[in-house]
């Protein structure tokens, strides 16, 4: 069975300071892998996505690589704002058996931005 | 529509009393998805339509827990018999359902389900 996990499970970082979040996950037979951004009492906003055959994707202050083969994906963000607080979510999609191609979430990490 | 809506926003029910939740996906999305999201965790899958069919229903924890999507657009989640247990925000997503391996979902706000 898929798991995925997320390193740290929460982050407070000041403003304008760079960070990584870390995804890890156990089986490496993944479709692509999603980084998502949720506010309280809110939904999901997909950030990034990365198919199986990419390395990276970038998206303005935010990048995101994937190494397949180890099992890791990480999230960079650049010049971290206020607005930036939130929880990031880690997604792997893999075919579940059953008739589809399931999204995986880890736990998620909740980051703090200190203006 | 614009994006994925859920309604309602909130329910609060009694234990074993039934409840029904709503989601009305994006506009032209053929793929819908039902998630679970306890406290501090991840959204764990439930179920799975492509069109109006259930195509994967592994992830609905018991009987208690049904769906539907009968003309291939809205869906409703219907839970029986609640218990405290199922207390959780659940969430719809939807895509447009033409490479479901690589498709992006967009997720609604979610319900919140309490049950006293």
């Known amino acids: 069975k898929q798991e995925v996990t997320q390193i740290p499970a929460a982050l407070s970082v000041p403003e304008g300071e760079n960070l990584v979040l870390n995804c890890s996950f156990t089986?490496?037979?993944?479709?692509?892998l999603q980084w998502f951004r949720q506010d309280p009492g809110k939904g999901l906003t997909s950030l990034l996505l990365?198919?199986?055959?990419?390395r990276e994707q970038t998206s303005g202050r935010l990048n995101a690589s994937l190494d397949k083969s180890s099992g890791r994906s990480t999230l960079y963000i650049a010049a971290s704002q206020p607005g930036d607080s939130a929880t990031y979510l880690c997604a792997v999609r893999a075919y579940s058996g059953a008739g589809s191609y399931q999204l995986t979430f880890g736990k998620g990490t909740k980051l703090s931005v200190i203006p | 529509g614009a994006g994925v809506s859920q309604t309602p926003s909130n329910k609060v029910t009694e234990k074993g009393k039934y409840v029904e939740l709503r989601c009305d996906p994006i506009s032209g999305h053929t793929a819908l998805y039902w998630y679970r999201q306890s406290l501090g965790q991840g959204p764990e899958f439930l179920i799975y339509?492509?069109?109006?069919?259930?195509?994967?229903d592994s992830g609905l924890p018991n009987d208690r827990f049904f769906a539907v999507r009968p003309e291939g657009s809205v869906s409703t989640l219907k839970i029986q018999r609640t218990e405290r247990g199922d207390s959780a925000v659940y969430l719809c997503a939807s895509s447009r359902g033409l490479a479901e391996s690589t498709d992006t979902q967009y997720f609604g706000p979610g319900t919140r389900l309490t049950v006293l």
């Open positions: 339509f492509q069109g109006t069919g259930a195509a994967d």
């Open positions: 089986d490496s037979a993944i479709y692509n």
């Open positions: 990365i198919q199986s055959s990419q």
